[in-house]
């Protein structure tokens, strides 16, 4: 028995080694790279004509609002010496390219302000301004020059974008609706750091 032993213990595993090879070389594993259709180039081609390519719709930069109609927003990401302010009860959400478009300003202790006309990506979480407040200027807005979409992150300067984008602008579906950008921002906390409100 003790001599037989080791050999009846081996019958199982070789044969389950077999079974195994023949299962992998039915369904083709032996060659990962075979591509039922026939191509060359291997099973994980991507046809890209097959999906809508994403469009930015064109964009209409509208008036200056009212300073006393923005919404007060302490976030983190900008100077002390500075305050956010948004144009909530004007923002906007694309249904067919889900960007969201608001006027954002910025303004110091001296009381000098900076508004600009912003876009954001929540799928990409980038921004892109429009135009720029030059209420002293006629007329007062002034369209940005080949603007460009850019990440809302790195940059000391502009990190409270990424930080709208993560806590006001988007949650975990994509872009909010305005009604609900308007009730995070207005029911935010001095500070908060909670993401996905």
Known sequence: MHALGPCFA???VRLVMALCIVVFCQ???ANPYVDPAGSKDGPFNFDETLVDPWVEQETQIPDLPEFSSLQPLRVRGIPPDLELFLDTARVTVDPDDQITRLWVYLRSKQGV???TYEGYRCATGEYRIYGY???RRD???TPAKRAAWREARGELSTNYRHYLLRNYLCDLRGARSPIEIQNAVSDAKLGDPLFYR
């Open 113 to 115: 302000l900076n508004g």
């Open 27 to 29: 369904i083709g594993w």
């Open 133 to 135: 407040a030059t209420p």
């Open 139 to 141: 007329p007062p807005i």
């Open 10 to 12: 081996l019958i199982p």
